[in-house]
């Protein structure tokens, strides 16, 4: 002898109508209404929001989204998915991938020089220019992150030697030690 209501479906439907509106690729303005840890969210027209992730805010390094944008800025986005009425969006979609261009620059086995830019499990990040950036494998330090840190410090260049570079999969490889052994043995004795 119960009854429940909800506004649950009326909402859903609404904002079902206007998502359909929207297609993937489709390029959109939008203002920023919220930033967090994990990304930013952009009203594209009234009640209807999408979110762009961390990782597509840039090509470089994103730490905090709040250093790219804030709350009332007008951006330009790529809708990316469109899943369950919720809409992803992109700002680094826009802009030209770095790692097409690298391609033609850098090649496994050439000296270049890094500026350490973050730390992780595995190693640590070195940036070769901006939006290319490789793993120091933390291996070259006996697998000890003290020593990798002491050793590499945030903010400071060192010489690297690419030991595995695909643009394609923008990924790449840079070695420490192997670039140290080349400058030793090219020094006079």
């Known amino acids: ?17 206007l998502v359909d ?19 930013a969210f952009v009203k594209l ?6 979110l762009v992730h961390l990782s597509e805010i840039d090509w470089g390094l994103v730490d905090d989204p709040r250093s790219f944008v804030a709350v009332g800025d007008r951006v ?4 990316i998915e469109i899943k369950d009425d919720k809409i992803s969006l992109s700002v680094k979609a826009l802009k030209t991938n770095p790692w097409k261009e690298a391609g033609a620059r850098y090649h496994r086995g050439e000296r270049v020089d890094g500026v350490i830019i973050k730390y992780n499990r595995h190693g ?12 120091v494998h933390i291996s070259e ?10 050793t590499l410090e945030l903010g400071k260049s060192y010489p690297f030697l690419i030991t595995h570079f695909d643009p394609s999969e923008q990924r790449m490889a ?16």
């Open 45 to 50: 027209e009234d009640n209807l929001e999408g």
């Open 141 to 150: 330090f006996g697998g000890s992150e003290d020593e990798l840190r002491a």
């Open 21 to 39: 509106k929207y297609n993937v690729g489709d390029e959109v303005e939008g203002e920023v209404t919220g930033t967090v840890d994990f990304g």
């Open 124 to 135: 640590a990040l070195a940036s070769i220019e901006e939006g290319i950036a490789g793993l």
């Open 76 to 79: 330009r986005v790529k809708i």
């Open 174 to 189: 840079l070695s420490y030690t192997q670039a140290l052994m080349q400058r030793v043995a090219k020094e006079p004795a």
């Open 1 to 17: 002898g119960k009854l429940i209501f909800t506004e649950k479906s009326g909402v859903h439907k609404e904002k079902q109508v």
